[in-house]
């Protein structure tokens, strides 16, 4: 059974710092692009950054520049986000995806992603 599943979201105070962690069963990660999106009532998801498997390129999106980093641990089958000087403004469900592409440049366009985990929830508030 192909599953991705996320952890490490919480409550976090405004400038603190969260690592997400994605994790796979049936997949190896390591031979697929994988991003990171995240999510709020009533707004369409949108990708925050992803990671391809062409020399493990990143991307990510511009208001996350600088703050974010996502990185992946081969042996451990793991992709991870590290999230620093949060903002109220990210508080979202975060998810992890695989996308159906490959190769050196990355897509962050939901419909591009064919397993998706169940979202972990990030709060940034005081």
């Known amino acids: 059974q192909v599953q991705l599943v996320e952890s490490g979201g919480g409550l976090v105070q405004p400038g603190g710092s969260l690592r997400l962690s994605c994790a796979a069963s049936g997949i190896t990660l390591e031979y697929s692009a994988i991003g990171w999106f995240r999510q709020v009532p009533g707004k369409e998801r949108e990708g925050v950054s992803c990671?391809?498997?062409?020399?493990?390129?990143?991307y990510y999106e511009a208001s996350v520049t600088g703050r974010f980093t996502m990185s992946r641990d081969n042996a451990e089958n793991m992709v991870y986000l590290q999230m620093n000087s949060l903002k109220p403004e990210d508080t979202a469900i975060y998810f992890c995806?695989?996308?159906?592409?490959?190769?050196?440049?990355?897509?962050?366009?939901?419909?591009?992603?064919?397993?998706w985990g169940q979202g972990t929830q990030v709060t940034v508030s005081l």
């Open positions: 990671i391809t498997n062409h020399e493990d390129r990143t």
């Open positions: 995806a695989r996308a159906i592409y490959s190769g050196p440049t990355c897509i962050l366009r939901p419909a591009l992603f064919d397993v």
